[in-house]
T-cell receptor, first 114, second 109 residues
Framework: ETGVTQTPRHLVMGMTNKKSLKCEQH?????MYWYKQSAKKPLELMFV???????ENNSVPSRFSPECPNSSHLFLHLHTLQPEDSALYLC?????????????FGSGTRLTVV | GIQVEQSPPDLILQEGANSTLRCNFS?????LQWFHQNPWGQLINLFY???GTKQNGRLSATTVATERYSLLYISSSQTTDSGVYFC???????????FGPGTRLSVLP
């Protein structure tokens, strides 16, 4: 256990469904991140939150909607996804978004869109 | 943005062997980290190494920032070392890690 917990571990959803991924950190970090890891592609940064404010959004389609209600929790709301969105979604946290000190990943949610 | 290359893409070792993984990057960096992703998908931070050399048990890393490369050494490899090793620099203009394509290591018993 790294201190960053992601749920669920696995998710299968239809293209018309709405679901949410959850990430929780107990490390006292101020920055949280969502990454997408597809087969045969490098990790792609999707969103960065620092002190609950979104500081980066790397041209992610609007069918992915992040939410950071406090510095310990991060959600990724999913709706009308496409099969190519199937991937491992990883959450990470760090002390802050400038130094990235203590960068820690969760175990990921493996998403399959059918 | 910064470009990151890693070599070799795949590596198969017998248990007990040593190996060197290489990361080349295209621009100056103010941060560089090495991560290990185990076969179950968990990514672990191995080293923060923007320059110089660090050692942690059987692993060590060296970054030569002026020549834009970093090396990860694994000595006396074990089956638990299997997985994918990622190099992730942050360039002097950016704020976030840019992950390389990774080196997939398989250590056979």
């Amino acid at each position: 256990e790294t201190g960053v917990t992601q749920t669920p571990r696995h998710l299968v959803m239809g293209m018309t469904n709405k679901k949410s991924l959850k990430c929780e950190q107990h490390l006292g970090h101020n920055a949280m991140y969502w990454y997408k890891q597809s087969a045969k592609k490098p990790l792609e940064l999707m969103f960065v939150y620092s002190l609950e404010e979104r500081v980066e959004n790397n041209s992610v389609p609007s069918r992915f909607s992040p939410e950071c209600p406090n510095s310990s929790h991060l959600f990724l709301h999913l709706h009308t996804l496409q099969p190519e969105d199937s991937a491992l979604y990883l959450c990470a946290s760090s002390q802050d978004s400038d130094t990235h000190y203590g960068y820690t990943f969760g175990s990921g949610t493996r998403l399959t869109v059918v | 943005g910064i470009q990151v290359e890693q070599s070799p893409p795949d590596l198969i070792l017998q248990e007990g062997a040593n190996s060197t993984l290489r990361c080349n990057f295209s621009d100056s960096v103010n941060n560089l980290q090495w991560f290990h992703q185990n076969p179950w998908g968990q990514l672990i931070n191995l080293f923060y190494i923007p320059s110089g050399t660090k050692q942690n048990g059987r692993l060590s890393a060296t970054t030569v920032a002026t020549e834009r490369y970093s090396l990860l050494y694994i000595s006396s490899s074990q089956t638990t070392d299997s997985g994918v090793y990622f190099c992730a620099p942050v360039d002097n203009y950016g704020q976030n890690f840019v992950f390389g394509p990774g080196t997939r290591l398989s250590v056979l018993p």
